[in-house]
């Protein structure tokens, strides 16, 4: 299905224009004043609005606030022929995704800005499907992604998590092993029965054997009554240990008997007992590496290594990231109490364009440091640059390292525009206020500006 887009603006030329340029990519209705704009916003549910500042009757911003008011995840589109840098100002505080000046002159550009904006609506409506998936399915984690990365994955777990036999998961830190642990267990027959998660580097040797195997009263000084390991209560379950390449040499022995045996032993005791569980196994390193250089037993990795499912980074799930971004965006919002949001273009880009080396999980912790430093409105790319200051200078240094083989004279040009929009936008569009911050003459910095667009008159 087609997205649709409403265009709002009483120039024919710009509604012909983008009648032509979108027709093959999605159904447009065309409206020349607010009137017309509000009854066919009342009957229909667009994914974009493209809106005209200036109308007959109406301020485009009102409009926009207005149509917000009514769906607050609607993405808007401002569109003004006068190039009015209070308007731009007053777009990105409204939480507008982005603001276009008229004519077009690159519609290359203009086609990729709507695209941006069709998949950022995609991913606000992703999110609200995936609440109401939850809601009506008990267990499962929430699983975000539309990538072909994590479809791949997800079409293995699918099939593995029906099968009674040991799992490894491997991926760099952060990439959510441990969410496709949970939905290895909910997926599975096991499902009813228990699900208990170690993380086998965070604890020290003795403390998680006792965790493991369980103690009886007395087996070393602390042990005032009998306690039952994770072998034991994750009976009939799925048992998942984390960082498995942690664990030291002495219990990588005992775990391969237990996993041989089906039967493992308290400390303090000599009882035997039997052990039936799901063991899925987690690491970030690799453990045929592992194995080679002799920190891991070659035996226990053939045996724990029976299906093996690789989670991809985040820089591999092309497409994700915005979509991650809104949940976590909608999550922190409900669980702080907030109304941040929506993000901007900056903001998507800047986003889109950071290399997450801590994949996803410092993906969230970004968007939660915005979210709980944010007071509320729209996330633009400064909150997020305040937020997740590491992983945007990341990016930059990425980034800088490709710049090279770019011809200076576009580097140069592009940097100066973005500088400019930058700066004003900083100084809240006054432009002695921007004259005043930049260091550059007045007058010299209303020339530079009117060459890129960004004033026409002041």
């Not at 099939?159 to 990439?175: F, I, K, P, R």
Request: hydrophobic share 40%; glycine share 8%; with cysteine.
């Amino acid at each position: 299905m087609l997205p649709r887009i409403l265009v709002v603006d009483d120039d024919h030329y710009t509604r012909t224009l983008l009648k032509r340029l979108l027709k093959k990519s999605a159904e447009l209705s065309l409206a020349a004043d607010g009137e017309e704009a509000r009854r066919l916003f009342a009957t229909e549910d667009f994914n974009l609005v493209l809106m005209d500042q200036r109308l007959p009757k109406d301020n485009g911003i009102d409009l926009a606030r207005e149509f917000r008011a009514r769906r607050p995840k609607l993405v808007t589109i401002l569109m003004t022929g006068f190039a009015d840098v209070r308007d731009a100002v007053a777009a990105v505080r409204e939480g507008l995704f982005d603001y276009l000046t008229k004519p077009f002159e690159d519609l290359e550009a203009l086609e990729a800005v709507i695209g941006k904006a069709l998949e950022l609506d995609a991913a606000y409506r992703e999110i609200d499907g995936l609440r109401t998936r939850l809601a009506a399915e008990s267990g499962a984690p929430a699983t975000v992604g539309q990538s072909p990365a994590m479809e791949r994955l997800l079409d293995q777990v699918r099939q593995v998590a029906g099968l009674d036999t040991t799992v490894l998961l491997e991926g760099e830190s952060g990439t959510g092993k441990d969410v496709v642990a949970r939905l290895l267990h909910a997926w599975s027959a096991r499902a009813e029965k228990p699900f208990l998660e170690v993380n086998c580097g965070g604890l020290p040797e003795s403390l998680l054997e006792s965790l493991l195997f369980g103690h009886e009263k007395g087996a070393f000084t602390g042990a005032t009554q009998a306690s039952p390991g994770y072998f034991e209560k994750a009976h009939g379950g799925n048992l998942f240990l984390d960082e498995i390449a942690d664990m030291s040499p002495k219990l990588q022995s005992s775990l391969l008997h237990v996993l041989q045996s089906h039967q493992f032993t308290r400390i303090g005791s000599t009882q035997p007992r039997t052990a039936d569980f799901r063991l899925i196994c987690a690491t970030n390193r690799q453990l045929s590496s592992e194995v080679q250089a002799g920190r891991f037993r070659e035996d226990l990795f053939y045996r724990i290594n029976v299906v093996a499912l690789r989670l991809p980074p985040l820089r591999e799930r092309h497409g994700d990231i915005i979509l991650l971004a809104a949940h976590f965006l909608d999550y922190f919002n409900a669980k702080f109490d907030k109304n941040c949001g929506p993000f901007t273009a900056a903001a998507v880009r800047l986003l889109e364009t950071s290399q997450w080396p801590g994949n996803v999980r410092q993906l969230k912790h970004c968007i939660e440091r915005a979210v709980a430093l944010h007071p509320g409105g729209p996330i633009d790319g400064t909150h997020l640059f305040m937020a997740g200051e590491a992983a945007m200078n990341t990016s930059l240094t990425n980034a800088a390292a490709s710049v090279a083989a770019l011809r200076y004279q576009d580097v140069r040009a592009g940097f100066e525009r973005e500088y400019f929009q930058r700066l004003l936008d900083a100084a809240g569009g006054n432009m002695s206020e921007a004259a005043r911050l930049s260091g550059i003459p007045r007058q010299n910095l209303y020339v530079r500006m009117k060459r890129w667009g960004i004033v026409t008159n002041q």
